[in-house]
T-cell receptor, first 114, second 113 residues
Framework: ETGVTQTPRHLVMGMTNKKSLKCEQH?????MYWYKQSAKKPLELMFV???????ENNSVPSRFSPECPNSSHLFLHLHTLQPEDSALYLC?????????????FGEGSRLTVL | GQQVMQIPQYQHVQEGEDFTTYCNSS?????IQWYKQRPGGHPVFLIQ?????EVKKQKRLTFQFGEAKKNSSLHITATQTTDVGTYFC?????????????FGQGTILTVHP
């Protein structure tokens, strides 16, 4: 149990589907992140939220749409994805992004786009 | 943006042998973190180094931050099968970039019993 819960753990979707990934943290942190982990690539930062406000969009295509309704919840809405978007999507949280501190990762959502 | 190179990409060792992975940056770092990801798992924080020349130990693991704060190493003494996984360094340039960690490609460690 990491304190960061992601659902679903596995997701298979077609290119025309709309789906959402959910992340919830129980650590009282104020910053939340989405990372993408593809085979043979480093972890890629996608989005950063600080106190519910998006502070970083790392040139992510618009077919990925994040939502952060409060400091404990983070969503990643998926629409018209491509097969190359298949990857492990990791949510993480930290105390605050302005302070160098450890990231607590969830177990990830394994996405397959057909 | 911040770039970091991690070597080697793969390392196979016999149980009991030592292991070292290196992380190098072309720019000065404010801090560096190390994570471990077990096969099928998620990255788990190991340690953070902040000071120039800093050395920290966790049982069989020794972490070092270079004097110029541009490189770091993770050394495991007498590896065990439980050490299997991918080891990542993650760097932050500091200032307004705090929290924006850039991860190295990782070193995949295999330990043969």
């Amino acid at each position: 149990e990491t304190g960061v819960t992601q659902t679903p753990r596995h997701l298979v979707m077609g290119m025309t589907n709309k789906k959402s990934l959910k992340c919830e943290q129980h650590l009282g942190h104020n910053a939340m992140y989405w990372y993408k982990q593809s085979a043979k690539k480093p972890l890629e930062l996608m989005f950063v939220y600080n106190f519910k406000e998006q502070t970083e969009n790392n040139s992510v295509p618009s077919r990925f749409s994040p939502e952060c309704p409060n400091s404990s919840h983070l969503f990643l809405h998926l629409h018209t994805l491509q097969p190359e978007d298949s990857a492990l999507y990791l949510c993480a949280s930290s105390q605050e992004p302005g302070i160098a501190g450890e990231l607590f990762f969830g177990e990830g959502s394994r996405l397959t786009v057909l | 943006g911040q770039q970091v190179m991690q070597i080697p990409q793969y390392q196979h060792v016999q149980e009991g042998e030592d292991f070292t992975t290196y992380c190098n940056s072309s720019t000065t770092l404010s801090n560096i973190q190390w994570y471990k990801q077990r096969p099928g798992g998620h990255p788990v924080f190991l340690i953070q180094l902040v000071k120039s020349g800093e050395v920290k130990k966790q049982k069989r693991l020794t972490f070092q931050f270079g004097e110029a704060k541009k490189n770091s190493s993770l050394h495991i003494t007498a590896t065990q099968t439980t050490d299997v996984g991918t080891y990542f360094c993650a760097v932050s340039a500091g200032g307004t970039s705090y929290g924006k960690l850039t991860f190295g490609q990782g070193t995949i460690l295999t330990v043969h019993p």
